[in-house]
C-alpha cells in the first residue's frame, strides 16, 4: 500500500507563498501521473494541478499562474509552490496519484492526512 504525506502548510498573510511537498512510499511519482487537491471548509475536494508522467502540468482556472506543480523523481517527492495566496486559497491541501477516467482525472489511492493552509487577510 502506497502511503502518502503532506507537509509544508501552514498560516501566511495574503500575498505571501509556500510550498507544499509529498512524500511518497514507493516509485509511484516517478512513474504515474500525480495531482494536488484542496477541500475548503464546507466545501468538495478539488483538484487543483496535475503532472503527467512525462512532466506535463495543468491547473485549475482558479489557480493557475499562481500554483506551479513539480516533482523529485529522485526523491519520489511531489511538490506545489503557491505564490501570492489568497484568503480563498485556504483548504486541506492533499497529494494523490491520477488516473484518467472518462476524460477526468480520479484519484487512485488512499488519501494522507493532508497539510492545511490558512490565509490570513
Known amino acids: 500500500q502506497v502511503m502518502l504525506v503532506e507537509s509544508g502548510g501552514g498560516v501566511v498573510q495574503a500575498g505571501g507563498s509556500l510550498r507544499l511537498s509529498c512524500a511518497a512510499s514507493?516509485?509511484?511519482?516517478?512513474?504515474?501521473?500525480m495531482g494536488w487537491y484542496r477541500q475548503a471548509p464546507g466545501k468538495q475536494r478539488e483538484l487543483v494541478a496535475t503532472?503527467?508522467?512525462?512532466?506535463?502540468?495543468n491547473y485549475a482556472d482558479s489557480v493557475n499562474s499562481r500554483f506551479t506543480i513539480s516533482r523529485d523523481n529522485a526523491k519520489n517527492t511531489l511538490y506545489l509552490q503557491i505564490n501570492s495566496l489568497k484568503p480563498e486559497d485556504t483548504a486541506v491541501y492533499y497529494c494523490?496519484?491520477?488516473?484518467?477516467?472518462?476524460?477526468?482525472?480520479?484519484?487512485?489511492?488512499?488519501w494522507g492526512q493532508g497539510t492545511q493552509v490558512t490565509v490570513s487577510s
Open positions: 494523490n496519484a491520477v488516473g484518467l477516467r472518462g476524460g477526468t482525472w480520479s484519484p487512485l489511492l488512499d
Open positions: 503532472i503527467t508522467s512525462g512532466g506535463t502540468a
Open positions: 514507493g516509485s509511484i511519482v516517478r512513474v504515474n501521473a
